[in-house]
Every structure is written in structure tokens, then in C-alpha cells.
């Protein structure tokens, strides 16, 4: 039986509690269709938005004014979302979650015609959205990026190349980031609404990693962006993202406590069931010190989401350090309960399709994206030292 305890702390309010009640039996009664896998992983990614959309789900990826369920991008709905999909299917958490980070610059900082002419269309499924600001040698050091936007009449062409760009071979509209060259380093970013009908958009590669996920690399030669597609001003891209990250980190951690506490209730059940020597594996003490270590990561974990995500909608002044734990511990820690649910479940535990078996495969990526784990530590230590 899955511990819901949470729901009863006190960063909750009742509609996220009835939020987790709905979307927890429109997931049981849809196991099926959220496990159906046709072997390409783009047709079953567009089919999951899809099947989202058409339930109200992605409605939660943009504001009210613009098709949204709550007012603003509420981050404690999105974590509670993710950390139910992702307990039942990595790959719908994944749609959904793009739908989110895909456009979460456009919610917070687009002119009203521009979110009217996407939003909508987002949050029923009908566009599928992605982030753009990834590349071969910019990945952590965003300040980095190399892809230049060059000003012209009426817009901006773009030149350059993006990689690991989640949703790249599928998505209709990306939030791009490019170079625009105001100052050096992160002051000279700037944030921009493409969409992949643009000549000059191209996808280069498709990407094939441990747990199936549309993943590309895309290249812009002379891709024009309009004026009106710029978000905020020109040079505010660095900070744009961050505030975009400083949102969907934690909801990364919810996905990954999605998966530890899929794993915990997977080695709870083949603990009581399984025999060995003669009584159940969770007879063993050393059974027990695994279960134990899963139970405390996972609220662990809990708690510093539900901070985060409080902090964040109840406009905290520290927010950036809080995401940064939250996606830090939940992630390392769900790949450690991971772990050692494959160990109770012996050799079942490495049989490919096996529930634990796909968790394996599935967080470990978590640990890379959204800000690898190191980056965490850097804005959790520069945080500690401004603070002195
Ligand atoms: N919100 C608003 N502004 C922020 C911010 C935030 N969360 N974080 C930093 N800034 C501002 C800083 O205040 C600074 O402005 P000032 O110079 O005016 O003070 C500016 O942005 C540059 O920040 P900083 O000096 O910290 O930049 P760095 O180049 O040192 O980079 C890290 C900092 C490493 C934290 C950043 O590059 C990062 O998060 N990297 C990981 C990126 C990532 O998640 N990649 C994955 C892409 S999505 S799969």
C-alpha cells in the first residue's frame, strides 16, 4: 500500500490533495494506455501528450489566463504531478513535464499575444513544447553557449547548434536561448519563442540513451525570429532561464521520489512475499536496514520538495537554494533506494521490463539534467557563503 502521508503536512492546501486523489486514479485506471510502447519512442511520446491533454492534465503546465487550472505556474500542483506520473510511467511524466519547461519562460515572460498564441494549444496537446539552451560544450556553464542570435530587420536569425534537447525531433515550439552578445558571458543571452516550422530549423541527430526518451540535436542556420518573439529584453536570457530552472528543479526531484517510491512499494511487496531461508526476505535484518534507509530518503526527500515548491508559491525571498536541495537529495537519493530495491529482488531485479528494472534506467539521467548534481552543490555553497 503507497504511504500518502504527505498529503497531510502542512505545505499542502486541499486541492493539491485532490489533485494527487484525482490524478492517482486517472493513472490506475489508464495503466495501459500509459504503458503502451510501440518501439518509437517519438510516436509514443506524441500519443502520452496526447492522452494528457485530452484528460486536463497539461493544464497544469500554464497559467489560468491562458487554458491554465491555477492562476500562476503553482509548483507544488506540478511536483505533485510528476512525482504520480513518473510512479506509474517515466515517459508521461516526461511529456508532461516538457509541456512545462517548454514553455514555462513563455508563462512568465511573454507579452499576452504571444502566450494567447501558444498557451492554449499546449495545455490541450496540440503543440508539443521544448527548451532549447543545451549545447555540445555548454551544458552546465550556460554562460558558455555559443548559438548567436544577430539582429535584423524586424528580428533576429539565428546560427548554431543545440543537443540533448528533450522533445527535439517532435516539439512544435521551442523556447530558445542564443547569444546576443549585449556583454560577455551570461549577460549577453537572450530568450526567444521558435517555432520548428522556421526554415532553417533542422534536426541533426536523434539521440538513443538507457531509458527511452525523445532526445535531439537540432541546428538553426539563418532561422529568423520575429521581435514579438523575444522574451523579456535583449541580454535577459541568463536570468530567464535560471527563473525557469529555479521552478522546474524541483519538480525534477518529484519525478525522482516518483520513481524511489515506486521502487520502496516494489521492494516492499517482493520483501513480505518472497522466501528465503525458510521465512520472508523481510524477515532478514538486513532487509530491514534497506527497507529502512528507502523510508527515510523518501521523506527526506518529500520534505524538501514540498519546501521547495511552498517557498517558491508563497513568494519565499530564497527559492534558488531550496530547488537546488531538493533536486540534489531527491535525485541521489532515489538512485540509491533504486539500487538497493534491484538488490532485494535479486536476479528478477535485472530482468529487462521489470517495474525496478526500468526505474534503474530511468533515474539516472535525473542526476545529469535540469543541473547535474554538482551544479547543485555550486548554488547550494554560493548560497551558504553569501549568507555569512
Ligand atoms: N535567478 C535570477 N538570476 C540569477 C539566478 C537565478 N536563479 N542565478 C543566477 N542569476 C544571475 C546572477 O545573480 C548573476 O547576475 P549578476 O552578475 O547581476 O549578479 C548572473 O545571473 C550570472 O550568474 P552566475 O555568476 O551565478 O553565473 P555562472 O555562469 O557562474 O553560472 C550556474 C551559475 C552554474 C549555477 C548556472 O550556469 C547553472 O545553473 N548551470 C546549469 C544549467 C542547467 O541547468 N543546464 C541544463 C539545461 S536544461 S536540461
Given at each position: ?8 503536512w ?19 485506471t489508464?495503466e ?6 510501440t ?15 485530452r ?45 512545462g519547461?517548454?514553455t ?5 515572460f511573454?507579452t499576452?499575444v504571444?502566450?494567447?498564441r ?6 490541450r496537446?496540440?503543440?508539443i ?12 556553464d550556460?554562460?558558455?553557449m555559443?548559438?548567436?542570435a ?16 528533450s522533445?527535439?525531433?517532435?516539439a ?5 536561448f ?11 543571452l537572450?530568450?526567444?519563442?521558435l ?5 532553417g ?9 538507457i ?6 540535436t ?10 514579438d518573439h ?16 529555479d521552478?522546474?528543479r524541483s519538480t525534477v526531484?518529484?519525478?525522482a ?20 531461508f ?35 508559491d508563497?513568494?519565499?525571498p ?16 532515489a ?10 529482488f535479486?536476479?528478477?531485479?535485472v530482468?529487462?521490463?521489470v ?12 542526476r ?7 551544479v547543485q ?5 554560493r ?6
Amino acid at each position: 500500500m503507497a504511504d500518502t502521508s504527505f498529503l497531510d503536512w502542512p505545505f499542502l492546501d486541499q486541492h493539491h490533495r485532490d489533485l494527487h486523489t484525482r490524478l492517482s486514479g486517472w493513472c490506475q485506471t489508464h495503466e495501459a494506455a500509459l504503458h503502451h510502447e510501440t518501439g518509437d519512442v517519438e510516436a509514443d511520446c506524441r500519443t502520452l501528450v496526447k492522452l494528457l491533454g485530452r484528460a486536463g492534465w497539461l493544464r497544469l503546465a500554464v497559467p489560468a489566463a491562458f487554458g491554465g487550472l491555477t492562476e500562476k505556474l503553482d509548483v507544488r500542483s506540478l511536483c505533485l504531478t510528476r512525482q504520480t506520473l513518473a510512479y506509474h510511467s517515466g515517459l508521461a511524466d516526461f511529456a508532461f513535464a516538457m509541456q512545462g519547461l517548454g514553455t514555462g519562460a513563455i508563462s512568465l515572460f511573454a507579452t499576452d499575444v504571444i502566450r494567447e498564441r501558444y498557451l492554449r494549444r499546449v495545455a490541450r496537446g496540440e503543440l508539443i513544447a521544448g527548451f532549447a539552451l543545451s549545447e555540445l560544450e555548454a551544458g552546465s556553464d550556460v554562460a558558455a553557449m555559443a548559438t548567436t542570435a544577430t539582429k535584423v530587420a524586424g528580428g533576429y536569425l539565428i546560427n548554431g547548434e543545440k543537443t540533448w534537447i528533450s522533445n527535439g525531433g517532435i516539439a512544435d515550439v521551442l523556447t530558445l536561448f542564443a547569444r546576443t552578445g549585449e556583454a560577455p558571458g551570461a549577460k549577453g543571452l537572450s530568450a526567444f519563442v521558435l517555432t520548428t516550422d522556421t526554415p532553417g530549423f533542422e534536426i541533426v541527430e536523434r539521440i538513443d540513451v538507457i531509458a527511452p526518451h525523445p532526445l535531439a540535436t537540432l541546428r538553426f542556420t539563418n532561422c529568423f525570429i520575429p521581435d514579438d518573439h523575444l522574451l523579456g529584453g535583449a541580454g535577459d536570457g541568463f536570468r530567464i532561464a535560471m527563473a525557469t530552472l529555479d521552478i522546474f528543479r524541483s519538480t525534477v526531484g518529484a519525478a525522482a521520489l516518483g520513481f524511489a517510491r515506486r521502487a520502496a512499494d516494489e521492494a516492499m511487496h517482493r520483501a513480505s512475499t518472497r522466501q528465503l531461508f525458510g521465512a520472508p526476505l523481510a524477515d532478514l535484518q538486513m532487509t530491514q536496514v534497506a527497507l529502512a534507509d528507502m523510508a527515510l530518503a523518501n521523506d527526506t526527500s518529500q520534505l524538501l520538495i514540498l519546501r521547495a515548491a511552498w517557498a517558491k508559491d508563497n513568494g519565499q525571498p530564497r527559492i534558488t537554494r531550496e530547488a537546488a536541495m531538493a533536486k540534489l537529495h531527491a535525485t541521489e537519493s532515489a538512485q540509491a533506494t533504486i539500487d538497493k530495491a534491484v538488490q532485494i529482488f535479486g536476479g528478477m531485479g535485472v530482468r529487462s521490463g521489470v517495474m525496478v528494472e526500468r526505474l534503474y534506467r530511468e533515474i539516472r539521467a535525473l542526476r545529469i539534467y535540469e543541473g547535474a548534481s554538482e551544479v547543485q552543490k555550486i548554488v547550494i555553497a554560493r548560497a551558504a557563503l553569501q549568507a555569512q
